[in-house]
């Protein structure tokens, strides 16, 4: 939610450069920023203590972004990722 609010607000989602700290932070030339978009006003990691990893445009959302946790194993492409773009 908090990803489509600034994409609302300036008319595209962050970069994959400016990453999910563009949802505390204004991104540099970025008009219409009306964050901070996290309560915390921090990036919080996944339940299990690692960084989301956010890649826009997305290889899985191609007009969007794509967003996941290498889940409990810590492991990318296995059978316990998260992610935004899975049926699951």
């Given at each position: 939610?908090?990803?489509d ?64 946790s ?9 059978e ?9």
């Amino acid at each position: 939610m908090q990803l489509d609010a600034f994409e609302v607000d300036t008319g595209r989602y962050p970069t994959t450069e400016e990453g999910l700290r563009a949802l505390i932070e204004a991104p540099a030339g970025v008009n219409g920023w009306h964050g901070p978009y996290l309560k915390r006003n921090t990036v919080q990691n996944d339940p299990w203590g690692r960084p989301y990893v956010y890649v826009c445009p997305g290889s899985h959302n191609t007009n969007g972004y794509d967003l996941h946790s290498f889940g409990p194993d810590g492991q990318d492409g296995t059978e316990d990722d998260i992610d935004n773009w899975s049926a699951r």
